[in-house]
T-cell receptor
Framework: GENVEQHPSTLSVQEGDSAVIKCTYS??????FPWYKQELGKRPQLIID?????GEKKDQRIAVTLNKTAKHFSLHITETQPEDSAVYFC????????????FGAGTQVVVTP | GAVVSQHPSWVICKSGTSVKIECRSL??????MFWYRQFPKQSLMLMAT?????????EQGVEKDKFLINHASLTLSTLTVTSAHPEDSSFYIC?????????????FGEGSRLTVL
């Protein structure tokens, strides 16, 4: 089955700097890659997603890149703010089993003022 | 749109009792719902796929007799933790995929924190 690895496990950045989180996946059939933000005790919130027919997607300060050949995708947060502090999860799924997400281990992001 | 509601948000029970958690899609129909379990500071682990009108599909290592899933309608799935023990204490989160969207996007419930004494 699919295996998603996520790095780093923790990331501390100064406010205003950029944060990058990287994930790799094992199943070449995976074609949907969402990123979720989860605050303590809350539900995961989708922040951005990308499909395998696209190499990059951007939404204001957040961007995701996908390299299908290398089977890795990354989340980029620019101009970080304290409210960006949370746990971020990458995930992967394939159309044959839509919704069956395999999550990465998560990255605890701490943005210090 | 696309709101998923989960109830209760937290529950404390005695060892040996059973606890039912409900997951409802409020403004869409969901043929398929998913149940995840999350331990503190860990990732979400898929427990089972809940299929409306048929049996749930359990992931390897998840006891189907321990975690009973019922998906009786297109808007409701329930997870019952039977004969709960302290090791069942966890954060349980459901998610749902709108039947009329072929996008893969999932919507999560608020989660239910179970504490077994």
């Amino acid at each position: 089955g699919e295996n998603v690895e996520q790095h780093p496990s923790t990331l501390s950045v100064q406010e205003g700097d950029s944060a990058v989180i990287k994930c790799t996946y094992s199943d070449s059939a995976s074609n949907y890659f969402p990123w979720y933000k989860q605050e303590l005790g809350k539900r995961p919130q989708l922040i951005i997603d990308i499909r395998s027919n696209v190499g990059e997607k951007k939404d204001q300060r957040i961007a995701v890149t996908l390299n299908k050949t290398a089977k890795h995708f990354s989340l980029h947060i620019t101009e970080t703010q304290p409210e960006d502090s949370a746990v971020y999860f990458c995930a992967a799924s394939k159309q044959s089993s839509w919704g069956k997400l395999q999550f990465g281990a998560g990255t605890q992001v701490v943005v210090t003022p | 749109g696309a709101v998923v509601s989960q109830h209760p948000s937290w529950v404390i029970c005695k060892s040996g009792t059973s606890v039912k958690i409900e997951c409802r899609s409020l403004d869409f129909q969901a043929t398929t719902m998913f149940w995840y379990r999350q331990f503190p500071k860990q990732s979400l682990m898929l427990m089972a796929t809940s299929n409306e009108g048929s049996k749930a599909t359990y992931e390897q290592g998840v006891e189907k007799d321990k975690f009973l899933i019922n998906h009786a309608s297109l808007t409701l799935s329930t997870l019952t933790v039977t004969s709960a023990h302290p090791e069942d204490s966890s954060f349980y989160i459901c998610s749902a995929r709108p039947t009329d969207r072929d996008t893969g996007e999932l919507f999560f419930g608020e989660g239910s924190r179970l504490t077994v004494l």
